[in-house]
Nanobody, 129 residues
C-alpha cells in the first residue's frame, strides 16, 4: 500500500508558476519501485495524463499540452516527486493528482491512467486570466 499526499496547489494568474509536490509513504516497497505520474481533471472532463517519470528518474514523458512548460522530477531518498509548472494558462485549471505505478521496468514511463495502482487525494490549481 502506498499513500500519496499532494501539496502546492493554489490560485495564480496566467503566466505565473507553481510547484506541486507529492510525498509518498511507500509501505513495504521502496519509493524507487514505482513509476510516478501526474494527472489532472477539470470539471466535467475526464482525468487526463500530464506527465510521467520512470523509477530512477532518467525517463520522462509529457503531454503535448504541457511540454516546455512543466517539469517533473523525483527525489527517491526523500520519497517525493515534484511538478514545476511555469507559464500557466487558464486551461491548466484542474485538480492535479499524483499517482504511483508498481512496475519492474526501471526505464518505463506510463501515460495510461489504468496502469496506476495508487492515487493521492488531489490538489486544486486555478489559473485566472
Amino acid at each position: 500500500q502506498v499513500q500519496l499526499v499532494e501539496a502546492g496547489g493554489g490560485l495564480v494568474q496566467a503566466g505565473d508558476s507553481l510547484r506541486l509536490s507529492c510525498a509518498a509513504a511507500a509501505g513495504r516497497r521502496t519509493f524507487s519501485s514505482y513509476a510516478m505520474g501526474w494527472f489532472r481533471q477539470a470539471p466535467g472532463k475526464e482525468r487526463e495524463f500530464v506527465v510521467s517519470i520512470s523509477r530512477g528518474g532518467t525517463n520522462t514523458d509529457y503531454a503535448d499540452s504541457v511540454k516546455g512548460r512543466f517539469t517533473i522530477s523525483r527525489d527517491n531518498p526523500k520519497n517525493t516527486v515534484f511538478l514545476q509548472m511555469n507559464s500557466l494558462k487558464p486551461e491548466d485549471t484542474a485538480v492535479y493528482y499524483c499517482a504511483a505505478a508498481n512496475t519492474p521496468n526501471t526505464a518505463q514511463t506510463l501515460s495510461d491512467v489504468r496502469t496506476y495502482n495508487y492515487w493521492g487525494q488531489g490538489t486544486q490549481v486555478t489559473v485566472s486570466s
